[in-house]
């Protein structure tokens, strides 16, 4: 999904809508105190969002985001780009699911891949964006074992400074480093939670890439994570 950077959404800018429900999107359902520290905005924003069918009540002063905000907060803002590009992105895309499944380092495992959208129209050749939706699954099939892994690789990041939002952050910090590493930085990649949004991506025309632990026949090519290089002192370096 590709939205206008200037245009408008429930009478706000559409980039502060997205970015509201990107940061509403890590709650299962937030409060007006949770929703004005995360977006700096009030009521006014929560009632339009309401009346817009982005976020729905879900008991009295609890809110949670609809598949329309899900989607939105998803959605891209960068200019079209040439059919060969996105295809570059797709297969850079697909090398990090490969990477993430084969890397000790991640604790999520990805399951699933499929492809929806514009990519799946061969006679455009500009598209909006690159629409994936993975599924992730923890590697450790263990539910107290998976979570104890979890609670000690957020202990290890917060040891190097990282910080995290409470609760669910940490909880959920397995699944929520592979989707940002999946996505990786890229403007053309458009990446769904297929968990989440599965009705509406399986009910679109869509082509399942990866699943059951392999790829499909017609998936296509993968590019190589490329090892990082360690640095090599110089002759005088006393380290």
């Not at 202990?155 to 999946?182: A, C, K, M, N």
Request: net charge positive; with cysteine; proline share 5%.
């Amino acid at each position: 999904m590709r939205i206008d950077p200037k245009g408008i959404v429930a009478g706000y800018p559409a980039l502060q809508v997205r970015r509201a429900l990107k940061q509403l999107d890590l709650f299962p359902e937030w409060d007006l105190r949770r929703f004005e520290a995360a977006t700096g905005e009030g009521r006014a924003l929560v009632r339009a969002l309401v009346a817009a069918g982005l976020v729905e009540r879900v008991g009295k002063g609890y809110w949670s985001i609809t598949q329309a905000g899900k989607t939105l907060s998803s959605a891209t803002a960068a200019p079209r780009v040439t059919r060969a590009t996105a295809e570059k992105n797709l297969a850079a895309f697909l090398g990090r699911v490969d990477h993430v499944n084969r890397s000790a380092g991640f604790l999520g495992r990805v399951v699933t891949v499929v492809l929806f959208g514009s990519m799946l129209r061969p006679e455009v050749d500009r598209v909006s964006d690159v629409d994936l939706a993975v599924e992730i699954t923890p590697k450790e099939p263990n539910k107290d074992r998976a979570c104890a892994l979890n609670e000690r690789h957020v202990q290890i990041l917060e040891s190097l400074g990282r910080r995290f939002r409470g609760f669910l952050d940490r909880q959920f910090y397995w699944h929520r480093e592979v989707f940002r590493f999946l996505k990786g930085r890229s403007r053309v990649i458009s990446l769904a939670d297929l968990k989440a949004e599965g009705g509406f991506v399986m009910a679109a025309p869509h082509r399942i890439l990866y699943a059951n632990g392999a790829w499909t026949a017609d998936a296509p090519p993968r590019t190589k994570v490329p090892r990082l290089r360690r640095h090599k002192p110089a002759d005088d370096d006393p380290f």
